[in-house]
């Protein structure tokens, strides 16, 4: 991520100690509301920025346009962000949402991931759901609240979050932007609404993401699932037996691996036990989607013998059916080229690297 080098000319909206601002962002250029068409009035609970006209290139340029947010004040304190964009030439890709007032000293972009503004020039970001797991970041200030910023959209689109110091209002700002799927973009693009607060317990927010996701995708929890068998809620261990790697070395013959779950079962019911077998079909990614017993580690027949000697002892087995990327060479054996799929910009997209090395 970049900033801007000059002041952008942001119009800033504030509503008790934070303030927003917007900016419209299409595959040609960004922009901000035109300062001489902006207007700015009170509504229930909050506040309406509404801009007539957009300014570009820090309002040295002009164009026709539109954007607008409302600001509210939600029950328990938080901050309900909505926004949308219009251009009249150029398609609009996403907007971006810029938050002063927080004064951020870390942010928390997935469970495992915090990073801390130690200097001025520092910044960082995360996609979702490029690099992190949920539309969801917890920012800590400097009198060591936690804020947290929630995206409440009801599709899968991409967000990214970022914070970054601006030297023209000298603060740290809190950057959550939404970028519209590239299959939907028009000359008009809607900003689902950003829920904005300090929260006394992450879990509590967590917890609304994956409410949010049960309500919006029809996601059931595992314990209401009618889909599952019954032997599912018998497990109690999920071994991961490794076959071959990538570049050819065989970790696990089949025969290593009966052994291994003879071994297993010596310890812990085999009903308990489900086996999970990475790279059984040859060089780990390497042979998709072909899906055969590798014959370096034991063929067809090695297969069959492991899976009875599983099922003997009462172990259930769960071959790595990967589908996320095929070898090129086996496509265009099967007489399938044309199925390669593209980028958001209609570029052949190939899987270039292996997460398991």
């Known amino acids: 991520m970049y900033t801007i080098g000059y002041d952008f000319k942001d119009s800033l909206v504030t509503l008790d100690s934070l303030s927003f601002s917007l900016r419209l962002f299409t595959e040609v250029n960004a922009y901000a509301p035109d300062p001489e068409k902006v207007t700015i009035e009170n509504i229930e609970n909050g506040v309406r920025l509404f801009a007539s006209g957009l300014a570009w290139a820090g309002g040295q340029k002009k164009c026709d346009g539109e954007l607008e947010m409302t600001i509210a004040r939600g029950v328990d304190g938080r901050y309900i962000v909505h926004g949308s964009g219009k251009h009249p030439k150029e398609i609009c890709k996403s907007i971006l949402l810029q938050v002063y007032g927080i004064n951020v000293i870390s942010i928390q972009f997935d469970q495992n991931t915090t990073s801390a503004f130690e200097f001025n020039r520092d910044i960082h970001a995360r996609q979702y759901p490029k690099d992190i797991k949920m539309p969801l970041v917890f920012v800590e200030d400097t009198l060591e ?3 947290y910023a929630l995206s409440k959209d009801n599709k899968l689109r991409a967000k990214a979050f970022a914070s970054h110091y601006d030297p023209f209002a000298e603060a740290q700002t809190l950057d959550i932007a939404h970028e ?18 300090v929260c006394d317990q992450k879990e509590s927010i967590i917890k609304e993401r994956c ?23 018998d497990i109690r261990l999920v071994t991961i037996l490794h076959g071959e790697h990538w570049t050819g070395h065989v970790f696990n013959t089949f025969a290593d691996m009966e052994n291994i779950l003879e071994w297993i079962s010596q310890r812990i019911d085999g009903r308990n036990v489900l086996a999970f077998l990475p790279g059984w079909d040859g060089r780990y990614y390497y042979n998709y989607p072909e899906y055969q017993p590798s014959e370096d580690m034991g063929g067809a027949k090695g297969f069959q013998r492991l899976v009875k000697k599983a099922h003997s002892l009462g172990i259930k087995v769960v071959p ?3 589908a996320n990327n095929a070898n090129i060479e086996v496509i265009k054996h099967l007489g399938l080229e044309n199925i390669a799929m593209k980028d958001s910009w209609g570029h052949e997209a190939r899987c270039n690297w292996v997460d398991w090395d």
Request: hydrophobic share 35%.
């Open 145 to 147: 609240q936690q804020w």
């Open 180 to 197: 519209e799927d590239k299959r939907w973009r028009s000359h008009s693009i809607e900003m689902p609404e950003w829920h904005i607060g």
């Open 211 to 233: 409410l949010d996701l049960e309500k919006n995708f029809d996601l059931v929890p595992f314990k209401d699932r009618k889909d599952t068998p019954e032997w599912l809620k």
């Open 320 to 322: 790595m059916l990967g």
